[in-house]
Every structure is written in C-alpha cells, then in structure tokens.
C-alpha cells in the first residue's frame, strides 16, 4: 500500500518531539525507543493538530453501507448510496468499486490513507466480495480500520524522516514495519469490546462516533506508555 510518501509532518511542539522519539529509535531500535516513539506519535495525533473528521465520514460510510446491506439487503444499501450500478458487476469488481467509491478513488492524502485502511481491513476480515458486509459487525469493523488508520498513518508521517536517515532501503522498510506492526496490536488490544461498547453502545458507528474511537484509542496509547522523555 502506498500512503502519501515524502509527506512531512507538521512542526509543532508535539509533532517535534515525536520526529526526536522516531530517530532515537532509528538509531537504537529497541523495544524501549519503539514505545517511547509511538507514545509520541500518539501524543501528536491528539494534540489539535490533526483534524480526524475526514477520515470519520469516510469510515461512518463503510459502516453504514454495511449495517444497511445486512438490516435491509445488498441492492437497498446500494440504492441508498446512488450506485445501482454497482450490482452488474462481479463480487470482486463490486468489492473494489465500494472502497474506491467510500475513499472518493483516492484523490486526496486523506483519501488515500483512507483506501488503503478499507482495503486492509477488508482483508483482515476476510471480506473478500460486498456479502460478507452483511455479517460483519460494526464495532468489529470499526476497530480494524481504525487500528489499521493508525498504522498507517505513522507511515505517512514519518515515511520521509525515516528514509532520509535510514539511506539503505530495506533497512527503512524494517525500522517501518516495526513501528507500524508495533503501533497497530498496541492499539488493538487498548480498543477493547468494552470500551467499544461504550463508545458505541448501540453498534452504529456515525461520523462522531468513529471519530470518538480513534481519538480514545491514541489517547489509551499515551496513557499505557506513560510519560516518555
């Protein structure tokens, strides 16, 4: 997946020290330096500075689309969505067509982001054509892709910093995997069904509530790093 390569992050206070945190742990990649990074990175993400409310309509879309196919029908969420035309065509087509069509093809940085988290929850989730929406639940859903947002992002943040230090490709590739792989099981198990449910006790999964997910699961990032220098 690629997500925006060359972005630079903001230079505010927050984001500051986490371009420090991201080259200790470039130069001393230990378990220590990937933790104190990604607390950092999750500091920034809820400092102000980056505004998640795109993102949120985005995922609200998938949610909704799939609550709709499973209470009232493939062709009835379709409708609700104004592509009708989607249903000529074949499970794999129609599956790709609903990500580019959710993630507006792609056309801006968030777009893109936001494509590459659908098509990787999907692909977690084993959704492999539009049916299996229809048995997926929302917080389940919901979860994945922001968890998979988080990993990403942190690609996208730092994927400059860290191949301009890191001048040997693989080696940057490495330092990156292991942050994100890092970042996104954190992540997952601070999202736990409990605090799922109650942030979205009803299972929907609007525009708000996704938004409320991924701005409590990096502040449960901070918090179970703690306090880093």
Known sequence: MGTSKGYIAPSTPAWSQAKRSVSRFLSNP??????????KYAQAMTSGNYNTEHIARVFSGVISFSSTSSSQGYASALRNIGREDILSLTPTEALSELVSHFANDGSTIDDKIALDCISESFEVLDIS?????QNI???RLLKEMVCQFAKLKFAQMFDKQIRFKCPIVEEANARIAEMQEFIYYTMEQQLTPEILREINPQNLGNASIVQNTINKGFELMTIFYGESP
């Open 129 to 133: 054509n539009p049916d299996d929406l």
């Open 30 to 39: 230990t378990s220590h330096e990937c933790s104190n990074a990604s607390s």
């Open 137 to 139: 639940d929302a917080n």
